[in-house]
């Protein structure tokens, strides 16, 4: 396995457009994080999924935002009608279950630009 | 709320030296971890070490350690050997120990390794 993957890497989107990132999850993995990372910040928590179930949601996601994981595997990010404060880098993290679940991988990161 | 403060924006070492970088926290929670990740310069964020909060003894990962000072609510990493692929923003992160298991960043120290 070869990690967290993430795609695309880069977007460049015009304001008010839909853009959708994808992240796969180490295959093993049933938890998967989104964080948000703006320029000289940590990542900010956004979501979380155990295996489909998105089970928390930060108040930073937006109605603007919605992600799903529809069979338990990979995961979707959508943001529709972007704005320019949407434009950060976005993480998406997987962890296994149990004894390891508070050990978290990361992925190479989607940067969002958005003109 | 838990909260993560890396007082240190940027850090200089030579090759070869020992730096240290510093971390504190607040939480009331007694069960949580604590982490260092390293970013490298347009790469992805890499787990560095870990600390269990019930464990007294200190977490070192060969060059890396970490004086965990729990009273204090302190948690520094020290880097030894200073080599130039340490050069990276290093994040101090936070875990609480309930249900979902999501990381809080500290804002980061970027540690330049001069040859």
């Known amino acids: 396995d070869t990690g967290v993957s993430q795609n695309p890497r880069h977007k460049i989107t015009k304001r008010g457009q839909n853009v959708t990132f994808r992240c796969d999850p180490i295959s093993e993995h049933n938890r998967l994080y989104w964080y948000r990372q703006t320029l000289g910040q940590g990542p900010e928590f956004l979501t979380y999924?155990?295996?489909?179930?998105?089970?928390?949601k930060s108040r930073l996601l937006s109605d603007r935002f919605s992600a799903e994981r529809p069979k338990g595997s990979f995961s979707t990010l959508e943001i529709q009608r972007t704005e320019q404060g949407d434009s950060a880098m976005y993480l998406c993290?997987?962890?296994?279950?149990?004894?390891?679940?508070?050990?978290?991988?990361f992925g190479p990161g989607t940067r969002l630009t958005v003109t | 709320a838990q909260t993560v403060t890396q007082s240190q924006p940027e850090m200089s070492v030579q090759e070869a030296e020992t730096v240290t970088l510093s971390c504190t926290y607040d939480?009331?929670?007694?069960?949580?971890?604590l982490f260092w990740y390293k970013q490298p310069p347009s790469r992805q964020m890499i787990l560095v070490i870990r600390?269990?909060?019930?464990?007294?003894q200190n977490a070192t990962e060969n060059r890396f350690s970490v004086n965990f000072q729990k009273a204090a609510k302190s948690f520094s990493l020290k880097i030894s050997d200073s080599q130039l692929g340490d050069t990276a923003m290093y994040f101090c992160?936070?875990?609480?120990?309930?249900?979902?298991?999501?990381?809080?960043f500290g804002t980061g120290t970027l540690l330049a390794v001069q040859p």
């Open positions: 600390q269990e909060a019930y464990k007294q």
């Open positions: 939480t009331s929670e007694n069960n949580y971890y």
């Open positions: 992160a936070f875990l609480d120990g309930g249900a979902t298991n999501k990381l809080i």
């Open positions: 999924f155990q295996n489909e179930a998105q089970l928390e």
């Open positions: 993290a997987s962890s296994a279950a149990g004894a390891s679940s508070y050990e978290q991988y």
